[in-house]
């Protein structure tokens, strides 16, 4: 068992920036690949950006690459979305996901966080 704790969210100006994090407890942390996802009113679970058990290894949508930056840090069990350059249309619940296997559909996903809300502003 794997869980999963999201904190960061936040209202934030278009342009600006936020970090989200996500503490993991539970099972052993680096043995998923840790990834966000977000989901938008009256829209499907979309993925954000995923990254592989070692950190070497990093995925992202091609609505947010060049401007989110995945990282995490296994001595603390936790997984970090940089979020820059924000613009209204990233405004969504922000999931944390832990899956064994590398994967960007979320029916993959093997334990989810409750989400943290990123409202951005025109």
């Known amino acids: 068992q794997v869980q999963l704790v999201e904190s960061g969210g936040g209202l934030v100006q278009a342009g600006g920036s936020l970090r989200l994090s996500c503490a993991a407890s539970?099972?052993?942390?680096?043995?998923?690949?840790m990834a966000w996802f977000r989901q938008a009113p009256g829209k499907e679970r979309e993925f954000v950006a995923e990254i592989s058990y070692h950190g070497c290894i990093t995925y992202y949508a091609d609505s947010v690459k060049g401007r989110f930056t995945i990282s995490r840090d296994n001595a603390k069990n936790t997984v970090y979305l940089q979020m820059d350059s924000l613009k209204p249309e990233d405004t969504a619940v922000y999931y944390c996901?832990?899956?064994?296997?590398?994967?960007?559909?979320?029916?993959?996903?093997?334990?989810w966080g409750k989400g943290t809300l990123v409202t951005v502003s025109s």
């Open positions: 996901a832990a899956t064994r296997y590398q994967t960007t559909q979320a029916r993959d996903i093997n334990y």
């Open positions: 539970g099972s052993i942390f680096n043995n998923y690949h």
